[in-house]
Each structure stands twice: as C-alpha cells, then as structure tokens.
C-alpha cells in the first residue's frame, strides 16, 4: 500500500462537518517506534458479522484521522477517538467515522486514532504498541493546536470497549512517556469519555480476549496491575463521563462501576450511565431505548466548560 503523509478524504457541504485529513501518525514507516519491517497485510472490511459494522484488522502502520468542524465551538474542544475492537481489529466507522461526525454537530474537532494491533512478528514489546499510539496521537493534536483552532487545555479522549481500555489507559499512564516528546509537551487528556469500556484485567471481570490479546497467556501479576486501569487512578486522573449497559456480556458493567468507584475514592469528577439492556458493541445509538447518551455526553461537556 502506498504510504500516505496527507490525503484530503472528502468534502462535505452539509450539517457543520468539514473536511477530514488522513496522517500518518509517526509520519513515514522507519519513523514508527517499536517496529519491525513486516508485510503490510492490513485489511478493511465494510461488512464484519454480517451487522454492517466496517473494521480493520493486521494494523502495523498507525494513522489518525482529523475531522474540523466548519466552525469550532468557542470553547475550541476536541476529541481523540479510539475505536474498541478487542486489540485484534479496530471497529473504524461506528465507533470511529460515525462519531467523529456526530462531533462535528457539536463543533467539536475529533480524531479517529487507528492504532496498532498488537503482533509480536511486527513489533517488539507489543503491550505497549497501542499506548505508544495512543500518547503520539495526543502529542500531534497538541503541537497543532493553533492550526486545528483548539484550545490545548480541553483536549479529551474517547474509546469504545478495548478502546476505552486504551483510552483509560493513555489517561492513567501519562507519566510514563513512551515516545520520543523533547519538547515535554503534556500526554494528559484533559477528560475522558469511556463506552462500554474494558478497565481491569483481573480475571473476575475482564474481557479476556482483550487481555490476552494485549499482554499474552502468560500475563504476570505486574502486567495485570499495571493494565488493571482502576488501580492505576490518582487524584490527577482526567474527570471522566462513561456509558454501559448492565446486560453486556462481554464486557461486564463492573470494569466502568470499578473505575468509578475508584475516581471517587480519589475526587475524581465523574458521571456514569447503566442502561438496564443494549448488550455491547451498540457504538452510539442503544437500540433498546429511546435515551441518546450522545445527548447526555454534550451536557456533561457544558456543565465541565469542555464545551459552550
């Protein structure tokens, strides 16, 4: 596949999208770190479970999609997206696209951060791959700010399922540089937005195709705690708005109860959605209630001066 620097994607007219820009995230392939040469073998697929739902799998060269509202809201906000995909595709369009867009109704800049699949053939210490990009995606939206007309102070993050591991992650770990910041911008987001997240690796109450996905079979009591994202929480944690659904089978409701226990412990401001059904996976629209958690997550940005 040809690299790609910059490649203007569409053009729209309509509604307060704008236009979206697709970037390398670490600009050319021999810049990417923790890499080794591969094949490129990624693939999307429009239609996975027969459900409509686009995914793309073998992912080894990162991207982040930018996507600017015509007119950005005056309290200049935007939004990292990471979409959920049990570290083993990347649910792109409904979890990704599709609220990138809905954003941009907001005037909200968003970018969709397609980050890597862990794969030990293409990369060395594969647990940390997605949070390597998770922090670049972070680190470029804040050296931009002034082009994307955003306020670096109200920069958030948002994941879906294995996404919103990633993305509790990236707003635990950000102390921990793992990539190359000479300039010590902040990796911090300033909020959190976690959907059906998967937060611990315990076994009581993880998904474990995710765990084993990210840290392997034989995953030690250190890589458990230090991926069990609820006790990694402090007083600094980013304040934090979360969505699940109490009948989810795949991800129990626990790993966002948990996490908000322990954001409280540490008066961390938070606000938590149960629905009593939608299982898991419903990326936007719940289609066993007429309640848009969209509609609730807008109030929770202007009550948090994230958004006017």
């Known amino acids: 596949m040809k690299q790609l620097l910059l490649f203007i994607v569409a053009v729209m007219t309509f ?32 239609n996975e479970y ?26 200049r906000s935007a939004v990292i997206i990471c979409p ?5 595709i990347v649910a792109i369009d409904h979890e990704g696209k599709d609220v990138a867009h809905a954003l941009n109704e907001m005037s909200i800049a968003a970018f969709v951060l397609k980050y890597r699949i862990p794969d030990s053939s ?41 996404g919103g591991h990633l993305a509790s992650t990236a707003s635990t770990h950000y102390t921990q ?9 902040s990796l911090r987001p300033d909020f959190m937005i976690l959907i059906y997240p998967v937060i611990s690796f315990r076994d009581s109450i993880t998904h474990m195709g995710s765990r084993l996905n990210l840290v392997g079979n034989n995953a030690t009591e250190e890589a458990i705690h230090q991926f069990s994202n609820e006790e990694q929480v402090t007083a ?14 795949a991800v129990p409701s626990a790993n966002s109860v948990h996490f908000v226990e322990a954001l409280q412990k540490n008066k961390v401001a938070a606000e938590l959605h149960l629905y009593q059904s939608g299982g898991h996976g419903f990326g936007m629209r719940n289609p066993t209630t007429k309640d848009e958690w969209m509609e609730r997550l807008q109030n929770w940005l202007v009550s948090n001066k994230f958004l006017r």
């Open 236 to 249: 600094n944690t980013p304040p934090s708005f979360l969505v699940h659904a109490l009948d989810d089978n």
């Open 122 to 162: 293409c990369m060395n210490d594969k647990q940390n791959v997605p949070l390597m990009d998770a922090q670049q995606a972070m680190l470029q939206v804040r050296e931009n700010a002034v082009k994307y007309k955003i306020d670096t102070n109200k920069i958030g993050i948002l994941g879906f399922s294995a």
């Open 84 to 88: 959920g995909g049990g570290y083993s």
């Open 177 to 185: 540089s793992l990539i190359a910041n000479p300039r010590n911008i």
């Open 15 to 46: 509604g307060q999208y704008s236009f979206s820009q697709v970037l390398d995230l670490y600009g050319t392939e021999s810049s990417i770190p923790n890499f080794r040469s591969c094949p490129n073998k990624e693939t999307y697929k429009p």
């Open 50 to 75: 027969g459900k409509g739902i686009g995914v793309v799998s073998n992912i080894t060269r990162p991207t982040v999609e930018v996507f600017l509202p015509k007119v950005p809201n005056p309290a």
